[in-house]
Every structure is written in structure tokens, then in C-alpha cells.
């Protein structure tokens, strides 16, 4: 997949992007016992009382 941008703010706005939404939440993390940070932090959640 070649994606062309005008300007060099539009490539690192995707490449931010990219990183943000899509690594940083989907990779496992060695210092998260090797879960993903969403896995992480609904497994540590507190539960509210109904």
C-alpha cells in the first residue's frame, strides 16, 4: 500500500496516527505481562457495584 501526502505535516499527522491508534494499543508489552495496554486495563479496572 504507496500513500503519497502533499506536505510533510499530513506524513507525520499518519505516521502519529499510525503509531497512536494502532502500535501503542495492539502491541504487548513486556512491563504489562505481555498484554496489549486495552487487555491491561480491563483486566485492572476497577468493578462498580450495581
Known amino acids: 500500500n504507496r500513500q503519497r501526502w502533499s506536505t510533510r505535516v499530513e506524513l507525520a499527522s499518519a505516521i502519529f496516527e499510525y ?9 504487548r508489552h513486556s512491563s504489562l505481562s505481555m ?10 479496572q476497577p468493578t462498580t457495584a450495581a
Request: aromatic share 10%; proline share 5%; no cysteine.
Open 19 to 27: 503509531l497512536e491508534i494502532f502500535h501503542n494499543r495492539q502491541r
Open 35 to 44: 498484554l496489549t495496554p486495552v487487555e491491561f486495563e480491563a483486566r485492572h
